[in-house]
């Protein structure tokens, strides 16, 4: 499956982003998708997932509260909404799917998008 990722730019702190994933190829609905972010000098670290059918889903403690993953399988997408942003957010957003369902790890994904830059000012 392949997968694009748009909707980053820069906001100000305690603003909002809304980013996109659309993937196309394979069956959408046969994939968990997840969210994962990687800023300058850091390793990739997981944001949120979904399950293939968005009834489920999970989230690193650092977004809980602000950020929501949701999905659409009629369009083939998966959407971050990113609200109440920090400066500390500052980072390429990755999408990523897998055929099984919904996990924590880069690793554990098969498929990934090119990134979005998201810039957080203070």
């Known amino acids: 499956v392949q997968l694009q990722a748009s909707g980053g730019g820069l906001v100000q702190a305690g603003g909002y982003l809304r980013l996109s994933c659309a993937a196309s190829?394979?069956?959408?609905?046969?994939?968990?998708m997840g969210w994962f972010r990687q800023a300058p000098g850091k390793g990739r670290e997981f944001v949120a997932t979904?399950?293939?059918?968005?009834?489920?889903?999970d989230y690193a403690e650092f977004v809980k509260g602000r950020f929501t993953i949701s999905r659409d399988n009629a369009k083939n997408t998966v959407y971050l909404q990113m609200n109440s942003l920090k400066p500390e957010d500052t980072a390429t957003y990755y999408c990523?799917?897998?055929?099984?369902?919904?996990?924590?790890?880069?690793?554990?994904?098969?498929?990934w998008g090119q990134g979005t830059q998201v810039t957080v000012s203070s």
């Open positions: 190829g394979r069956t959408f609905s046969n994939y968990a």
């Open positions: 990523s799917a897998r055929s099984l369902p919904g996990a924590r790890s880069t690793v554990d994904y098969n498929y």
């Open positions: 979904i399950s293939w059918s968005g009834s489920i889903s």
